[in-house]
T-cell receptor, first 115, second 114 residues
Framework: AQSVTQLDSHVSVSEGTPVLLRCNYSSSYSPSLFWYVQHPNKGLQLLLKYTSAATLVKGINGFEAEFKKSETSFHLTKPSAHMSDAAEYFCVVSWFSGGYNKLIFGAGTRLAVHP | EAQVTQNPRYLITVTGKKLTVTCSQNMNHEYMSWYRQDPGLGLRQIYYSMNVEVTDKGDVPEGYKVSRKEKRNFPLILESPSPNQTSLYFC?????????????FGDGTRLSIL
């Protein structure tokens, strides 16, 4: 069975310090993996995606994620947090099965950034 | 501007009163879907549509209906809303059913069923 686990429901960092949001997945197929960000009262916006090319994926706003198959992880990082990074982040697994595109969303990690 | 538009953004209504949430995309996308977002559960898929007149159930379809008569529109219908359908709803679209394609999301509709 496919699943996504975001290991932290809340993460708090100081502005200028590194960000690490953790995501583990389980999939019987070759998945595509995504990170989305949700700012208050807005829809989800794509940060980055992994689709079986380079294992280190660079996204928007300085975020990147590394696909580690041996650890079934896809953690999101950023070297230096900015106040505008405060939002909720979702890890998503997508795969193709039975003629249909399937997606599972993680429960989300809320990132707080303090001055 | 490429976008997915949902209406209304906010709605408070009462149990049993039929309502429709509209969704429209201007990107000529084939694939559209509806999600509900509840605290601690992430987003769960309600229904999806591969193309015009092709729809199917997602993970939590009970109490909802959809239709896809035109490519750009994918309304969500609650025939007899109940309080457990109080939630934040998102419509999304993508070019096709390719799993590598990211979803484009609307800004959400917050429904409160009293």
């Amino acid at each position: 069975a496919q699943s996504v686990t975001q290991l932290d429901s809340h993460v708090s960092v100081s502005e200028g310090t590194p960000v690490l949001l953790r995501c583990n997945y389980s999939s019987s197929y070759s998945p595509s993996l995504f990170w989305y960000v949700q700012h208050p009262n807005k829809g989800l916006q794509l940060l980055l995606k992994y689709t079986s090319a380079a294992t280190l994926v660079k996204g928007i706003n300085g975020f990147e994620a590394e696909f580690k198959k041996s650890e079934t992880s896809f953690h999101l990082t950023k070297p230096s947090a900015h106040m505008s990074d405060a939002a909720e982040y979702f890890c998503v697994v997508s795969w193709f099965s039975g003629g249909y595109n399937k997606l599972i969303f993680g429960a989300g990690t809320r990132l707080a950034v303090h001055p | 501007e490429a976008q997915v538009t949902q209406n209304p953004r906010y709605l408070i209504t009462v149990t049993g009163k039929k309502l429709t949430v509209t969704c429209s995309q201007n990107m000529n996308h084939e694939y559209m879907s509806w999600y509900r977002q509840d605290p601690g559960l992430g987003l769960r898929q309600i229904y999806y549509s591969m193309n015009v007149e092709v729809t199917d159930k997602g993970d939590v379809p009970e109490g909802y209906k959809v239709s896809r008569k035109e490519k750009r529109n994918f309304p969500l219908i609650l025939e007899s809303p109940s309080p457990n359908q109080t939630s934040l709803y998102f419509c999304a679209s993508s070019p096709n059913r390719d799993v590598a394609q990211p979803q484009h999301f609307g800004d959400g509709t917050r429904l409160s069923i009293l």
